[in-house]
């Protein structure tokens, strides 16, 4: 049933999950034009100064989206969840103030002269740009994930005042920033971010290819992100392991609902399945003791079972546990499609293989999947808690807010943000269609097009 609890919830999951399109390929784009100018430094060849411009111009495009729905998104914390902000402000606060001051504008300061530069500025100035916009991107996301992870496993505070004045203040700060799961999440977030912007590239360069147009530019793109999609996707694979160990460690009740796991008992790994909360049963294929064996080592260690755990102490069983095997196999099908088109490349056939160059237009919608789904398992295998065993998500709503006023709010923001998606979707492409623009007319031959891609 409806309430005012489950509304705001779902107003900062709307607004959240919008955002959180943005970033990931803003990160990610942020590395790949750090390698695409380095290789117009490196080569002199006038096409990758080109390539990186073109995408300079996207990659300026996803940011202002992300600035735009990332500043409406934390004013919620004031609006719908006042108590929250009151418990928690001086540490959340702490690591968002500092997102600000040493990442945000960090990145935006050398972004008017990353799009605007380029005949202004040397190229090794303008390069030095390009990195330092990459690296504000990259430390955006170390302070945003160190707040959120100081929610999942909080560290290096105590708690001050009696009553609804109570509130965490900070008493170690670096403690609270390298908090129990604070790595872990980090790199395995940061990996994520790398395969988005890579495969964001193939799917454009995937489309030229098809359409035979702007050849030169595609293929180079191509080579550059099927790179770094290869290096991301096995990083994703091993960040992925040591942050489900880290769970296992400090969110017992969320590594249970991961693979519905009832019993203390060695547990199973589910490849898919079906979980009955209400008899608590999971139905499915799994592989035996497999779950034990990959967080400790030894296929007869128990896992601890949601048993254990008191029915209100339980995140929302069956939601968590889908999410978390739909983003695990999307990420095992983008390791696959990494290997495949590096194979591809090698034995050179890449080009003319059409039903993999489909695959790659499409493919940018994978990521993006995993990661929202990465997300809801984490965020909803958290509750019932807002700040992990100490503050309670319904404890944490502001005590003024309205039905009427977050329905219509949500609402208002449905209809805004569906406007500002589609005024994105036309833009992007628009310079997509548009292309890498060539001011000498700049074509490579046959044998370059072998020297810069192998094929």
Known sequence: MLDVELLSRIQFAFTVGFHYLFPPMS??????????????????????????????????????????????????????????????????????????????????????????????????????????????????????????????????FHIVGEGLSQRAEITDFWAMVFNPSTIERLTHTISACWLTGAFLVISVSAYYLLKKRHIDYAI?????????????????????????????????????????????????????????????????????????????????????????????????????????HFMVGIGLLLILLSWIGLVLWINKKLLTAKWYLWIGVFSILLPHSANMLGWMSAEIGRQPWIVYGLLRTKDALSKVVSFNEVLFSIILFGIIYSLLFILFIFLLDRKIKTGPESAENIETTLTERKTIFGN
């Open 27 to 156: 990160i990610g784009l942020g590395l790949i034009l750090v390698i695409m100018e380095g290789m117009y430094i490196k080569t002199r060849n006038k096409m990758y100064e080109n390539l990186t411009k073109f995408w300079v111009k996207i990659f300026a495009l996803i940011f202002a989206m992300g600035v735009a729905s990332g500043i409406v998104m934390e004013f919620q914390f004031g609006t719908n969840w006042a108590t929250y902000s009151r418990y928690v402000g001086d540490v959340f606060g702490s690591a968002l103030a500092a997102e600000g001051i040493f990442a945000f504008f960090l990145e935006s300061g050398f972004l008017a002269i990353l799009v605007f530069g380029w005949n202004k500025v040397s190229p090794r100035v303008h390069f030095i740009s390009t990195i330092m916009v990459a690296l504000g991107a990259h430390l955006s996301a170390v302070w945003i994930l160190v707040a959120n992870s100081w929610q999942q496993t909080p560290a290096g």
């Open 220 to 324: 180079a793109g191509l080579k550059i992100a099927l790179v770094v999609a290869v290096i991301a996707s096995i990083t994703q694979l091993i960040t992925g392991h040591y942050s489900g160990v880290q769970v296992s460690q400090t969110q017992p009740a969320k590594m249970a609902a991961f693979e519905g796991h009832f019993e203390t008992a060695p547990g199973d790994l589910y490849l898919v399945g079906w979980v009955d909360e209400k008899n608590e049963i999971t139905y499915g294929i799994k592989i035996p003791k497999l779950l034990s064996f990959l967080i400790y080592g030894d296929f007869n260690k128990p896992v601890t079972g949601l048993k254990e755990f008191a029915p209100e102490d339980r995140p929302p069983i069956n939601i968590v546990f889908q999410s978390y």
